[in-house]
């Protein structure tokens, strides 16, 4: 699952966001302009790019409406999408409510885009420590 803490410069605006609340706050975004910094960075779209772009009519139910869900309502609906929203507690990111059209229109491919982030490197299962003891026994018999 991909987090939208790893984006470039969104752990940073959530930090700033912790500090100042009001950072957050939809409502007061242009008074702040490193929010459309780090969408522009991010997603490769400002949030009023984001808010202008038409819908396809295939749009998902679970995605429309994204500013009037509850930040509880866009972790399921983002975690059906395959991202965590979420920090390290389990608890919404304070900047979802702002960044989660942009987010939405780049993973599906509408609008802007995502920076590549190769996959993380799976652990080894250790299956291959058992094949090795096998073949010693089979070659001892």
């Known amino acids: 699952m991909r987090r939208l803490a790893d984006l470039p410069g969104v752990d940073a605006l959530e930090l700033k966001a912790l500090m100042k609340p009001r950072i957050a706050d939809p ?15 991010a997603f490769g779209l400002t949030l009023d790019q984001a ?20 930040p509880a309502q866009l972790v399921e609906a ?20 702002l960044f989660a059209l942009p ?9 802007g885009t995502l920076p590549f982030m190769p996959e993380p490197d799976h652990p080894e299962t ?13 070659r001892t018999r």
């Open 78 to 97: 983002f975690e059906a999408e395959g991202w965590d929203v979420t920090d390290k507690k389990r608890k919404p990111l304070r900047v979802l409510p």
């Open 103 to 111: 987010l939405a229109l780049a993973a599906r491919g509408v609008a």
């Open 51 to 70: 808010e202008a772009t038409a819908l396809p009519a295939d749009w998902p139910d679970h995605l429309k409406d994204l500013h009037r869900q509850s």
């Open 126 to 138: 250790g299956w291959g420590a058992g094949l090795k003891a096998e073949a010693g026994r089979f």
């Open 27 to 41: 409502d007061e975004r242009h008074d702040h302009p490193e929010v459309d910094a780090v969408a522009v960075e």
